[in-house]
Each structure stands twice: as C-alpha cells, then as structure tokens.
C-alpha cells in the first residue's frame, strides 16, 4: 500500500507527457519538428491575417476612390445643369420685359434665333388686368394678375393657373423653350413657366424714347411705382440625358 502510494506521487509530479509534444523531433513544439504547430506554422498564421487585413484596408481604400470619382462626376454634371438653368433664367426676363408684345416679342425670337425660342403658352389661355384689357397667351401671364381679390382665378384653365408642374413632353404646361449648348458640349433644353403674377402699373422695356430729360415741377404729383412680380419656374434639362437636371423656383420683379 505503501509502494502503491509512493507511485501515486511519483507520477502525480512526474505527469506523462505524449511523443508529440516532447522535445524531440518529430515534436509539436519541437524546432523543425514535422508537427503542425511549429514557429514556422505560427509565423504562416500571422502572414495570412497580416495580409488579410493589408487587402481589406487597400478593397477599402479603391471602393472610396470609386464613390468620391462618381460623386464629383454627378457634381460636376449637376453644375452644368445649373448654370444652363441660369442662362435660361436670362433669356426668360428677356421675354418678360417686352410683356408679350407681338413685334418686340418676334423680333427677339429672330434675335435669338441660334438657341431655337419657342413660345408654347396656349392661345386660349386669357387673362383681364385691372383696366378690364383681355390678353391672351404669353400676354395674359405677364399683364394680368393671377388671382382675383375675391379669390377666383383671374386666369382660364388653359393658363394653368398656380400650377408649378413642368412635363416637357407637354407644351402647355411651359410657356417657352430654347436649347443652350454646342457640339461638342452637351446641348441643355431650358423650359421656362410663369407661375403666378401679380400686377403693377410698371411698363414695357421701350428704351429710351428721347433725348432730354424731365424734371419735376411744384405741381406734378409722383406715382409710386409698383413693380409687377412673377413667380418663375425654369427646368434646365440634359436632351441627350433626362436625369441631368436642374429646377430653379424664382421670384423675379420687373
């Protein structure tokens, strides 16, 4: 019994250990050893997760390299499609200032010629200022106001009244149009609507009419000028690509 336990305590401070995991070749843990956890299969696990996490980094880096490319492009189309709806915008008080009178209105269309001007506001569409003068088309929009003091609709139905909505396959939903661009350039169709109008007792642009110029006497009375103020809608949209487009809303007072 005594021997037993004795040998019982040998072992227990002198635990077996397995082949494999001796010293000795052949070993685990042995140096060149032919087992698979070696210093050399260890260094071959850093070098995979080392590289693993150097190829994430670099997938990392050209994906944002990408996505900043794409974002500046779709920027710098935007831009352009910006700065078309502004040149459009320009043409567009061109128009307004001669308040839709025929001759002037043509002649400017002949001017411009080279950019297409289209003048698409329905001749149906009526309006009456407060004098009680009728205009129709294009007029209408730019000499009579929008909406009645009671709140009715001054304008007819054909005038898409207050309507902000702009459907370039429908023209009477605009009240003109011109082309900004030249090859090799992409070419930008403008669409430009009055939206609402309220009225003043300004005029016409007529230049000017003489030479001299006119001073006020003790007995003259001066008329407070009110400007007539239009609500402008002007889309600047890419003919050879509908998604590059720009939509300005403006207040314009003449």
Do not use: H
């Amino acid at each position: 019994m005594a021997k037993q336990r004795a040998k019982s305590r040998w072992q227990r401070a002198n635990p077996i250990i397995p082949p494999l995991l001796k010293g000795v070749k052949g070993g685990l843990f042995a140096k060149g050893g032919r087992g698979g956890i070696n210093e050399k299969g260890i260094a071959l696990v850093m070098i995979l997760v080392l590289s693993a996490i150097a190829l994430a980094i670099m997938a990392g880096l050209i994906y944002m390299i990408m996505i900043g490319t794409q974002i500046s492009g779709t920027q710098k189309r935007y831009k352009t499609a910006q700065e078309a709806g502004v040149g459009g915008a320009d043409v567009t008080y061109e128009f307004i200032k001669l308040r839709g009178d025929p001759s002037s209105t043509i002649a400017l269309q002949n001017e411009l010629s080279a950019i297409n001007p289209a003048l698409t506001t329905s001749s149906s569409c009526t309006g009456t200022n407060i004098l009680g003068t009728t205009f129709t088309g294009l007029a209408a929009k730019l000499n009579t106001r929008t909406t009645n003091p009671d709140g009715t609709s001054n304008w007819s139905a054909s005038c898409y009244p207050n309507s902000m909505a702009i459907y370039p396959g429908t023209p009477a939903t605009y009240d003109m149009s011109f082309d900004l661009g030249t090859y090799p350039y992409p070419t930008y169709r403008i669409y430009a609507k009055i939206v609402n109008t309220a009225e003043g007792n300004s005029g016409p642009d007529e230049g000017l009419t003489g030479q001299g110029v006119v001073t006020s006497g003790s007995g003259e009375v001066m008329v407070v000028s009110k400007p007539y103020l239009y609500t402008i809608e002007v889309d600047a949209e890419n003919l050879s690509n509908s998604y590059e487009r720009a939509k300005y809303s403006i207040l314009y007072q003449y």
